[in-house]
């Protein structure tokens, strides 16, 4: 593994992403950043915590912006609309994404990190899987709901995450052909998908 090798995790609800990135982070000693990249992006944009916050990995509906804008002339507007606060709020995140990757290694969960560091050859871009059932017992324990509450609650998250990356990025949430690693969970368990990553990391 690369001095400045950054790690992306893209993952389904449920399916382990947040346990995994924190003990692989723990594992090769770099830099853990999750909703620490909200707060650091509200300190670094100006917008207020709570703001970015609501937004997070939340799907646009702003069709009208949709037509005058592109994926690659974000936050460049030739009509004279006002960039909506979600927009605002995604190139908050995007640009402290870059920011952090600049500053050298570190495990970066979900936020379309992959896209936003897609010319930085030092990235490596996993996505996190497993069976709806596994994800539905494993959020229900770990949020104290019924099965039945659990998986409505993991099935509209996985919604609103693709929604918001299939939006904001040319790619495709969830389809293999969008990261460079696709692992299943539910077949390897978390210490064996962290064992997985720190291998294929360290063997590159």
């Not at 006002?82 to 290694?105: C, Q, S, W, Y």
Request: one cysteine or more; aromatic letters at 10%; glycine letters at 6%.
């Amino acid at each position: 593994m690369g001095k400045d090798t950054i790690i992306t995790i893209g993952r389904q609800c449920g399916s382990g992403g947040r346990e995994i990135g924190i003990a692989l982070a723990k594992e090769l000693k770099i830099p853990y950043y999750d909703k620490e990249l909200l707060k650091r992006a509200a300190k670094e944009s100006g917008l207020c915590e709570e703001v970015l916050e609501k937004f997070d990995e939340k799907p646009t509906s702003s069709l009208l912006y949709s037509i005058v804008m592109d994926p690659y002339s974000l936050g460049i507007s030739t009509t004279g609309i006002d960039m909506p606060i979600n927009h605002k709020v995604f190139l908050a995140a995007f640009d402290t994404i870059k920011r952090i990757a600049d500053e050298g290694a570190c495990v970066m969960i979900g936020r379309c990190a992959d896209y936003a560091l897609a010319d930085y050859s030092n990235a490596i871009n996993f996505f996190l899987y497993s069976p709806v059932e596994q994800r539905t017992k494993r959020f229900a324990e770990r949020m104290n709901l019924t099965e039945e509450k659990a998986k409505d609650l993991v099935i509209k998250t996985d919604k609103q995450r693709a929604s918001y990356y299939n939006y904001y990025t040319t790619k495709k949430w969830g389809v293999m052909s969008s990261y460079d690693y696709c692992l299943d969970t539910s077949i390897l368990g978390i210490d064996g998908t962290v064992n997985l990553i720190k291998y294929i990391v360290e063997h590159l």
